[in-house]
Structures are given as C-alpha cells and as structure tokens.
C-alpha cells in the first residue's frame, strides 16, 4: 500500500509532465532567492531548488530574480530524477526491501523540509508537484509528508511472519473501527452542513391562506374573553386534545404567553366548538393574532414555535407598532 503512494505520486507526474515540471521549478524558486549559488556545491535534492529554465550555466542572473550562482540541473532533469526516484522506491518497498523504505522516509522529510521552507517564505498555496500539478503548498501537504514519512520508517518494523488468525482478528476490528470512526466523522459533518443549510434557509412563516379562518381585518367576537389587561395584541391558539402537534407545542405556547406584552387565550376544539365553527377554523394547532378590540390581524396554520411568532410578528407590522413599544 505505501509503495502504491509512492508509484502514485510518480504516476501523476507522468500525466501531466509539463505542470508538473513547472510546479516543482515553482517550488524552488523561493529557495533560490536565499540560497543562490550554494545549492550548487551541497546539490540539489530530488524536487529541491531548481533555476528558471534556460538559466546559462555559470549564473547570468535570470529573468524571475534567481541569484547568481553555480550551475543547476535543468529542471526537465530534476522532474526525471524524482520520478525516477519515486519508481524505483516504489518497487523496492514493494519487494520488501528495508533500505528502501527507509530511502523513502528521508526523501519524504526532505520535501516535508523544503516545503515547510516555501510556507515560511509565504508561498503557501503555489503548485508543489508533490502529487501531479494540481499538489498545492499547505500545512496540509507538510504534515502529510511526515506522517508518511514515519510510515515508511516504521514498514522495517513490521514482522514479516504471516499472522496468525488471532492477528487477523485484531487487524479486521482494528480496521473496522477505523471505519466506524471515519463515518462518525462523516456523519457530524453532514449534519453540521444540515445545520448550515437550515440557517441560511431561515425559518417559513405560519400558512395563511385568506381563505381559511376569519377574514384579516374583521371581528372575531373575542373581544369579551380577552385579557382585562391593556396589550398591545392578543394571541388566539386553537388545539384540540387529539393533536400530537398541539401537545408538543404547549409548553412554548404556555411560556409565549406569559409575554407581558401579549395575552393567550386557547380555544379547544370540542369546549369552544361555537367559536372554531364561527371562525371557519381549518383544523389544528391554527392561531389568529388580534388588537384590544378582536380585530384580526394575523392568522395562520403553524407547527412550530417560529410559526406561531410569526403570527405575533404580522399582527405587529399590520399593527403598525411592535409589541411593548
């Protein structure tokens, strides 16, 4: 599997030669301007500062700014170099070789080096080559490159003696919690884009349709069983016994109206059945909204909490004052 990582990385780089090529040439480009000709001298790792192509050997001063310095390998041999590398890696991981894995560890940390170097210089976001063109600079692509580094340091590690149905045992549920684990994660966050969504959405009013309930402006004959307290408006809510919705809405609905500024009165189906049919009341849980006089202002079908205040929220525009004011 980690040898497929390393075939991969160079297989991606075969796709697309010409970005990729680019990507690392853009990779060294901040480490040139700091180094300039000394990288000559100490050599230039696989993937490592590379001049701008063309650069004359004997340093003329390129046209990206690049130091003078010692001569570069072009950076069409650099690419070749690295995937080279990465192949030949790559097999000799996958033959078992230890040498070779941990060849792979070294030349994992040192890209991890060079480009936690470019991040330094504020380069994060540029094309890397790590893994074809599209490979960016980031912390991201930094602490992958350790953490399969340390994989590779640790692959001589791993006992070569087929295991035993215990050890198979162990890897299976190993594996299968780490899948568990990783749809937990998956899980959370869908359910915190759900969240996200539901926000961005915003809350639907209660449904009111003009014609269900009482017309917006007339009487609704409520006016003596109201409140004797002067407020601003009065909310109406009709339940009946056999809604399940009316029964998880009355708490919320107790607490709305214990508002200072908004008076409750609940009317049941079969107690109040002389005021449901006089008001063409469409079924429940359904709330009117109306002023000191039992002139409906409001009106609506709701199922929430959110809807029955929009009710609340109606009556005030049409009121032409809010609530308390």
């Not at 796709?15 to 100490?42: F, H, I, N, T, V």
């Not at 990465?86 to 070789?97: D, M, P, R, T």
């Not at 912390?139 to 003696?161: C, D, E, N, Q, T």
């Not at 609506?300 to 959110?306: D, E, H, I, K, V």
């Amino acid at each position: 599997m980690l040898a497929a990582v390393l075939a991969g990385a160079a297989a991606a780089k075969l796709r697309r030669p010409a970005e990729s090529r680019a990507a690392l040439r853009a990779l060294a480009g901040g480490a040139d301007a700091r180094r300039g000709g000394r990288l000559a001298a100490e050599g230039s790792p696989p993937g490592g500062s590379l001049p701008a192509e063309g650069s004359p050997p004997g340093g003329s001063l390129p046209a990206e700014g690049s130091p003078r310095g010692g001569s570069l390998p072009a950076g069409g041999i650099v690419w070749a170099l690295v995937v080279g590398s990465e192949l030949i890696l790559a097999v000799g991981v996958a033959l078992g070789s230890d040498i070779a894995a941990l060849a792979a560890a070294a030349f994992l940390l040192l890209g991890a080096a060079l480009l936690a170097r470019a991040l330094r210089g504020g380069r994060a976001g540029a094309p890397c080559g790590c893994f074809g063109a599209r490979s960016r600079i980031s912390r991201l692509a930094v602490a992958r490159a350790i953490v399969l580094a340390a994989a590779f340091a640790a692959l001589p590690l791993v006992p070569r003696s087929d295991p035993s149905a215990d050890a198979w045992l162990a890897i299976g549920l190993t594996v299968a919690l780490l899948a568990v684990a990783a749809l937990g994660v998956a899980v959370l966050a869908l359910a915190r884009e759900v969240g996200m969504l539901r926000l961005a959405v915003g809350p639907q009013g209660a449904l009111e349709i003009p014609e269900e309930g009482p017309p917006l402006g007339s009487d609704s004959g409520l006016a003596a069983h109201l409140d004797p307290r002067v407020v601003p408006l009065s909310l109406v809510v009709f339940s009946s016994e056999g809604c399940g919705m009316c029964r998880r809405l009355a708490p919320g609905i107790a607490a709305l109206g214990r508002h200072p500024h908004v008076s409750l009165l609940e009317l049941d189906e079969v107690r109040d059945a002389e005021h449901w049919r006089r008001l063409g009341v469409p079924g429940s849980p359904y709330a009117i909204a109306v002023d000191p006089d039992g002139l409906v202002l409001a009106k609506g079908t709701f199922n929430s909490l959110a809807q029955l205040e929009s009710v609340l929220a109606a009556a005030e525009r049409r009121l032409g004052q809010p609530a308390g004011a």
